[in-house]
């Protein structure tokens, strides 16, 4: 019930393409919803994030997509650069507690 | 702002041998730190969550003697690997979490490889 599973393990996208990378979870009493890039050798870096009150949340290229019903919530990377390639992990939380994460994604981005 | 601060940033050292490495929160108090480790092309493992002036809560089948966890104040924590072996060479990353919202940050990583 704690499991965050994500999809697809490795994504190929043409520049200028749209990224989608899906999550869904099972436990309700999670409330946060962050999104990581990271880069070879790097810490995570936080992307944008969402919290179950709205349905999306939209910075600059990076979307999340949250269907709190399907217990389901994606990134979209609109015009996709070749320096969005990288690896990128959802995650989520009850509060301020400890994230779950997902299995992480590998995006290659072909210019 | 939300800088954290990993050192060293690599760290190579004999089988046996003990290392620190710590993490600083560069721009914001932190009461809550946690300790990940990230072997290739795998996922971030939660290890231990530790908050400032108490006892580190690790999770389960990590070694509290062997991963030591030191909390003393709101802005560094730090992770000491005892009596290291080949096997712990891994990516060590710590984050932190600003007082009362749940985002936490990343810090760089420490590589750590144990010959």
């Known amino acids: 019930q704690q499991q965050v599973k994500q999809s697809p393990q490795s994504l190929i996208v043409q520049k200028g393409g749209i990224s989608i990378i899906n999550c869904a979870y099972e436990n309700t009493a999670f409330d946060y919803f962050p999104w990581y890039q990271q880069f070879p050798g790097k810490g995570p870096a936080l992307l944008i994030a969402?919290?179950?009150?709205?349905s999306e949340k939209k910075e600059g290229r990076f979307t999340i997509s949250f269907n709190k019903s399907a217990k389901q919530f994606s990134l979209h990377i609109m015009d996709s650069q070749p320096g969005d390639s990288a690896t990128y992990f959802c995650a989520a939380s009850m509060g301020a507690q400890k994230l779950v994460f997902g299995q992480g994604t590998r995006l290659t981005i072909n210019p | 702002g939300a800088v954290v601060s990993q050192h060293p940033s690599w760290v190579i050292c004999k089988s046996g041998t003990s290392v620190k490495i710590e993490c600083r929160s560069l721009d914001f108090q932190a009461t809550t730190m946690f300790w990940y480790r990230q072997f290739p092309k795998q996922s971030l493992m939660l290890m231990a969550t530790?908050?400032?002036?108490?006892?580190?809560?690790?999770e389960q089948g990590v070694e509290k003697d062997k991963f030591l966890i030191n909390h003393a104040s709101l802005t560094l924590s730090t992770l000491t690997v005892t009596s290291a072996h080949p096997e712990d060479s891994s990516f060590y990353i710590c984050?932190?979490?600003?007082?009362?919202?749940?985002?936490?940050?990343f810090g760089p990583g420490t590589r750590l490889t144990v010959l």
């Open positions: 984050s932190a979490q600003i007082t009362g919202i749940g985002e936490q940050f």
């Open positions: 969402i919290r179950p009150d709205v």
């Open positions: 530790s908050n400032e002036g108490s006892k580190a809560t690790y």
